[in-house]
């Protein structure tokens, strides 16, 4: 079975500043999606970015970008130039891309991201 | 475009009694969750509809969950009888088919069992 695992519970960042959180993942599946969302204190999660598994191209969304490491299962997403607004719950996800699994996605615990004033 | 809609936003209900969480998916979304999402941890599935039929439900505990998707549309859980170890936020996504999409969820439902 996947796992999702963010090893940070709480993280704390200046505004304007870059800050990066932490996920891994274990699976034993070749194509996969990863997501991270972002739940902010009105509860409704926003899809903030995505990668394929077989694009070696890291994703980039304005200020959001990833760092994918396939063969480390590492899967992390760096905020530059933080704002207020970036202040949230983030959940990072996995998509299994076989029908096997329901092609169901697994969320990790989650990072709670600060943005200092 | 409209989102995931929800209700009741909130629900306090004594345990051994019943609640019921409704979710009105985007237009055109054939694939609809529900997720679990206690307090402090990520979401849980609890089932998932693609139109009408059922998907995944096994984490879902049938002997007091239940779960329907009439016409491929809206969507009913339920809860009968509630325990306290029910007390979560309930969220329903919808997603168009194709992996690479993202889900979109609504606002969810925050039960409370006393």
């Known amino acids: 079975a996947q796992t999702v695992t963010q090893s940070q519970p709480e993280m704390s960042v200046q505004e304007a500043e870059t800050v990066t959180l932490s996920c891994t993942y274990d699976?034993?599946?070749?194509?996969?999606?990863l997501f991270w969302y972002k739940q902010p204190p009105s509860r409704q999660m926003i899809l903030v970015i995505r990668?394929?598994?077989?694009?070696?191209q890291n994703a980039t969304e304005n200020r959001f970008s990833v760092n994918f490491q396939k063969a480390a299962k590492s899967f992390s997403l760096k905020i530059s130039d933080s704002q207020l607004g970036d202040a949230a719950m983030y959940f990072c996800?996995?998509?299994?891309?076989?029908?096997?699994?329901?092609?169901?996605?697994?969320f990790g615990a989650g990072t709670r991201l600060f943005v200092k004033a | 475009e409209a989102g995931v809609a929800q209700s009741p936003r909130y629900k306090i209900i004594e345990k051994r009694q019943s609640v019921a969480f409704w979710c009105n998916p985007i237009s055109g979304h054939a694939t609809l969750y529900w997720y679990q999402q206690i307090l402090g941890q990520g979401p849980k599935l609890l089932i998932q509809f693609q139109n009408n039929g059922v998907v995944d439900d096994s984490q879902l505990p049938k002997d007091r969950f239940s779960a329907e998707r009439l016409k491929g549309v809206d969507s009913t859980l339920k809860i009968q009888p509630a325990k306290l170890e029910d007390s979560a936020v309930y969220l329903c996504?919808?997603?168009?088919?194709?992996?690479?999409?993202?889900?979109?969820f609504g606002s969810g439902t925050r039960l409370t069992v006393v």
């Open positions: 699976t034993s599946e070749s194509d996969y999606y």
């Open positions: 996800a996995y998509r299994s891309a076989f029908a096997a699994g329901g092609f169901k996605t697994i």
């Open positions: 990668q394929e598994a077989y694009k070696q």
């Open positions: 996504a919808s997603s168009l088919p194709g992996l690479n999409y993202g889900y979109t």
